[in-house]
Structure formats: C-alpha cells, structure tokens
C-alpha cells in the first residue's frame, strides 16, 4: 500500500492512498462469494452459482460499495498506523480511482486536534473611558418619566392635530367588498399624506384621503402606489405634559406606608431629589458600561493576539445541528423554512455561512479560554455553579430553587457551567490588565 501525506493545514492532513490491484482483486472475489450466498438465481442453489453468472444478476454499484466499505476502512487504519497520524474526528473519503483489475487510490482529509497559541494575555495596557452624565441626559430621562405617566384623555370640542391619537375607521376604495376596519394612530407618525389630510377633522367627520405608499412600504403590494382612503374620525385623544414639579413628583412617587410600615426616613417627594436619584442612577450605568467595555476589549486583544486552528468538520457538525434546531424551532410555530428566508432576506447557504461564522468566532474564544484555563490552573467548583445560578434567578426574578429545577429539567448544566468558565476566565484576565482610567 501507498500513502501521500499532504499537511492541508495545521488542524488537516490529507492522505492519498493506494490500495495493490491484486487486494482489489481479492476484495471482489471475497464480496461476489459473499453477495452470492444472499441472491436466489434460477438453476442455481445460493452461493453455487460461477462468477459470471453472479456479474449479469448483481447491481454492480452495490458490488462495488461493498468492495470499497471492505478496502478503504481496513486500509485508512493502517495508513494511521504508518503515518502516525492521531485522528480528532472520523475522516470523510473521496474515491479518486476505484475499478476491477486496477489499484484503488482515495483521498482522505483526518481532521487533527486543534491547536492553539497563546499570545500576550496578562500585563494588556486597557483604557476605561466613563462617560460624564450631562444635564441634558438626566433631562431626558425625567421627559421619559413624565411622558411615561401623563395618560391620555378624551378630547371632543377642537379638531384633530399632531401629537394626538385618534380612533378612526378606515376603507380603501380599491377594497369595496372589506368591512371598514377601526384603528388607533398616532397623529404625526402615519404616511405623510394620511397624516395631512387626518389633521383638521373633528368626530364624526369623514372625508376620503388620498395616499401614495413609498417604494420601502411594509406591504410589497403597496409599494408606489396610490390609493383613496376613506377616513371617519370616531374620537380623539390627548394630553398636555406637566412641568416637574415638587407636587407632580409627590402625585407620582409617594405612597402611604402600609400598616405596620415605618414611614420612608427620606421620601422622594421633591424634584431636586429626582434629579439626583436619576442623576446617580445614570452615574452607576456609565461605569457599568466602561466596565463591560474593559471586559470586551481585553478578550477582544486577547483572542486576536492569538493563533488558533481548528478542523472544518467541527464548523460543519455545529452548522448541522443549527440547522436541524432551527427547523425543529420553525416546525413548533408553523412557520416554513421558505418564510423564514424570506424574512430575513437571505439564501440557504448564506444563513449556512452566517452559521459558520458564528461558530468560528464562538469556538476561537471558547479554546482560547480553555487554554489559558489550563495554563493558569483555572477550575470551576461547585460553588461557582450555585453562585451562577443564584444570579441568573436574580436577572429573572424567580426563587432559586425553581431556577435550580429549570437547569436540572433541561439538562443545562453544562450551559452554566459554560458561563462560570467565561467569568472567570475574564476576571482573571482583567485583573491581570493594567487598566488605566481616562477622560472622556
């Protein structure tokens, strides 16, 4: 036997082997025998028939397939054995010369191990930028606060303008068979022809409005089209926003203690203290922020300083199983495969490819962190998990123990465990940064 050995990539080596033309005589000798003793040919007792006659009666293909199962597994293994090559993952074969009477040469690509090369992960210089809290933010979100709780109220003695919502009841008049159908919008937010021609009217008008729809119109029917609408305004709502005041923030904010209760020592009862509250909230998100961003910039350099290989295969059989769980998903809400790429616009292969290249940046910074894991002597205790789980039952507001019950049902041990890893990993990685604080 012959074997080429060609190094694709670190991760790859592609052998191409030749199997002698007298084994692949023999192999199809031993598979007529063997093929014989299953086929009932007329004149013939079972495996009695010459070979000849077993050549008209069998599919040649399946002859064929049986010869190949026979010679190429038996001769994969030993070409391992010779080239001392240690497979990470089963390898796929391409039959490159394959007939009766001749030498069979096929070509395998064995996936090997990954590998990987750290670069520098401990003293990274890393700049924490928080960003000042301005007026105008801690502004905005009091307008957010009183937008948020300034309900609308009917209106009945003026016509409609922006800013309102109105209730009204529309029909095309290329639709003539279509009941009228009610609907709320927001005055000012509507197709600018609809708007135009809604404000002004007051309830119980109708009138028929004349729309054109833009070319990027939800509805591709639509789209650069014109069409009457006729429009009857059925009520009209609205509100007038307060300034922050002293009272609105008591109106919004106070409550009487319940029985039993000790009065709150230091109420919200003012603006000043809702500027402040808001103030130091948004101070407490600024850092929280610059903190994730260090987080993501230290993995960031850490994973692009480093070498990392991996075989194809892997790629492959986690797009597979993608795939398979997003069709299992689709089927559960009886959406199509076909909707699914219309939707997001894309082909199979490139959702395929999309696929991939998730997994590869997922897998680079999962192996990445299993090496520095090991170099540092990082490991994951029992401990750990329970902390994990404690927090995810915090971030969704459930007990503990229903959490702990979720994990064990949905056998997602190894999913936080995962994330304990990732943790870990950054804080030490963090810790091990010189991290420098700088202005905005």
């Known amino acids: 036997m012959l074997v080429k050995q060609d190094q694709i990539s ?11 033309a007298d084994k692949v005589a023999s192999a199809f000798d031993d ?24 050549q008209s009666f069998l599919d040649q293909e399946r002859v064929k397939r049986n010869v190949a199962d026979r010679l190429i597994a038996r001769a994969y293994d030993e070409a391992i054995d010779e080239t001392n090559v240690e497979p990470f993952r089963p390898a796929g074969y391409e039959i490159i010369k394959f007939e009766p009477g001749s030498p069979m040469v096929f070509k395998v690509k064995v996936p090997l191990a990954p590998r990987i090369e750290l670069g520098q992960y401990v003293d990274l210089e890393i700049e924490r930028k928080v960003l000042p809290v301005t007026d105008e933010e801690v502004q ?28 009204v009841e529309l029909k095309r008049d290329d639709e003539p068979d279509k009941e ?7 005055v000012g937010e509507n197709l600018p022809d609809f708007d135009k021609g809604l404000v002004g009217m007051r309830i119980g008008e109708e009138k028929a409005i004349e729309v ?8 591709e029917e639509l789209r650069g089209r014109s069409a009457s609408v006729h429009t009857k305004l059925i009520e009209i709502h609205a509100r007038q926003l307060p300034d922050l005041t002293d009272e609105w923030v008591q109106r919004s904010f106070l409550r009487e203690p319940k029985e ?16 402040a509250l808001l103030r130091s909230a948004l101070e407490k998100a600024a850092v929280a922020n610059a903190d994730d961003e260090v987080r993501a910039r230290v993995v960031d ?13 892997l790629v492959e059989e986690a797009v597979d199983r993608r ?58 205790e029992e401990d750990d998990v329970k902390a994990e789980i404690q927090e995810m039952a915090s971030e969704r507001r459930v007990p503990v123990e229903s959490m702990t019950a979720y994990v064990e049902s949905t056998d997602s041990q190894d999913l936080v465990n995962s994330r304990v890893r990732r943790k870990k990993v950054v804080d030490f990685l963090v810790h091990a940064s010189n991290i420098k604080n700088v202005g905005a």
């Open 10 to 20: 670190p991760c790859e080596i592609e052998l191409e082997i030749e199997i002698e």
């Open 301 to 313: 350099k850490v994973v692009s300083g480093s070498t990392v290989c991996f075989p194809e295969v």
């Open 212 to 219: 054109t729809y833009p070319e990027d119109f939800g509805d």
């Open 31 to 54: 598979t007529y025998i063997e093929l014989g003793k299953t086929v009932a040919i007329p004149g013939f007792r079972k495996g009695k028939a010459p070979r000849a006659v077993l």
């Open 140 to 167: 905005a979100e009091i307008d957010h606060l009183i937008d948020d709780r300034t309900p609308y109220e009917p209106v009945t003695d003026r016509e409609v303008k922006e800013g309102d919502v109105a209730l």
């Open 323 to 380: 795939l398979a769980e997003l069709h299992e998903s689709l089927k559960k809400r009886d959406v199509t495969l076909d909707d699914y790429l219309r939707h997001t616009n894309e082909t199979l292969d490139q959702v395929r490819e999309r696929f991939a290249r998730e997994f590869r940046n997922l897998l680079t910074t999962s192996l990445v962190f299993r090496e520095i894991m090991e170099k540092e002597n990082i490991t994951v």
């Open 180 to 186: 009228p159908a009610k609907q709320t919008v927001n």
């Open 260 to 275: 039993g209760e000790e009065p709150d020592p230091n109420p919200l009862d003012t603006a000043d203290k809702l500027r």
